[in-house]
């Protein structure tokens, strides 16, 4: 089964400053997709940046990009001028890519970052 | 705009007492998930309708159900609600349920049982 660890809970960055969250993974498969989700407070989840593991080429949306390392199994996202309203939880998650099948559905999240963003 | 709307926002519910919560979507998307998030955990899939196709996790309790009478709504059902079923229940809908495609998100049915 696939694992998705986020081991830091909280961090804090000043707005106007650039901030990296996180994330490692642990799969035997060799094709799948990781995402990272925000997650404003009271508000829905809403898709921040999708990578999928066959690009070698880091994603990038904006103000946020994310640095994939496939070997390593890390998946870190850097939000650069920070916003208050980039203050949120912030999931990482993997799903497993290939023809679906009904088990191989679900995303699976790590336990989420709440970010905190100091005017 | 077309989204995924949650009702209600708020339930409180009596142990043992069934509870029902809906999602709806409006737009035409032909998978819906239900999510189950603890405070300061991960969301949990219980489980998803592809069209009419229902797909449970393995780990889902009996206690769960759900219906989805048509495109556009989903219900989930809580039959006799425990302490320890107290959580957001997230609804999420996707237009194919292949990997590629984006998971849209209503904004959560906080469900609390006294």
């Known amino acids: 089964a696939q694992t998705v660890t986020q081991s830091q809970p909280e961090m804090s960055v000043q707005e106007a400053e650039t901030v990296t969250l996180s994330c490692t993974y642990d799969?035997?498969?060799?094709?799948?997709?990781l995402f990272w989700y925000k997650q404003p407070p009271s508000r829905q989840m809403i898709l921040v940046i999708r990578?999928?593991?066959?690009?070698?080429q880091n994603a990038t949306e904006n103000r946020f990009s994310v640095n994939f390392q496939k070997a390593a199994k890390s998946f870190s996202l850097k939000i650069s001028d920070s916003q208050l309203g980039d203050a949120a939880m912030y999931f990482c998650?993997?799903?497993?890519?290939?023809?679906?099948?009904?088990?191989?559905?679900?995303?699976?999240f790590g336990k989420g970052i709440t970010l905190s963003v100091r005017p | 705009d077309a989204m995924v709307i949650q009702n209600p926002r708020y339930q409180v519910t009596q142990f043992g007492k069934p509870v029902t919560l809906s999602c709806s979507q409006t737009?035409?998307?032909?998978?819906m998930y239900w999510y189950q998030q603890k405070s300061s955990q991960a969301p949990k899939l219980l489980f998803h309708y592809y069209d009419k196709d229902f797909n449970n996790e393995a780990d889902t309790p009996d206690n769960f159900q759900s219906r989805r009478p048509n495109t556009s709504f989903c219900f989930l059902d809580i039959r006799s609600p425990g302490l320890g079923d107290a959580a957001m229940y997230l609804c999420?809908?996707?237009?194919?349920?292949?990997?590629?495609?984006?998971?849209?998100f209503g904004p959560g049915t906080r469900l609390t049982v006294t």
């Open positions: 999420a809908t996707s237009r194919d349920p292949g990997a590629g495609y984006e998971q849209y």
């Open positions: 737009l035409n998307h032909n998978v």
């Open positions: 998650a993997y799903r497993s890519a290939g023809e679906w099948t009904g088990a191989n559905s679900k995303l699976t």
């Open positions: 990578q999928e593991a066959y690009k070698q």
């Open positions: 799969t035997s498969e060799s094709d799948y997709y």
